[in-house]
């Protein structure tokens, strides 16, 4: 089954429904400079799935720790 292409309002609105505040204009700047999740053009659109949205978090997402020292 194809996953559902997000915009970028709503891969935003997908990543703080995981508890991860990122926003639209933010997802912009990691398209121009780099960082952020893959995503494709349709037009002049950039679409987002959330399966390389996810990649993208976890990516970002250090291991579990127990303490501040741990960091």
Known sequence: MQ????????????????GL????????KYASVGGGPAYRRFGHRAVYTPSDLNAWAQSRLSEPMTSAVEA
């Open 21 to 28: 505040r990122t926003s639209r204009t933010t997802l912009q």
């Open 3 to 18: 996953e559902r292409y997000l915009d970028r309002a709503e891969a935003a609105a997908y990543l703080v429904n995981l």
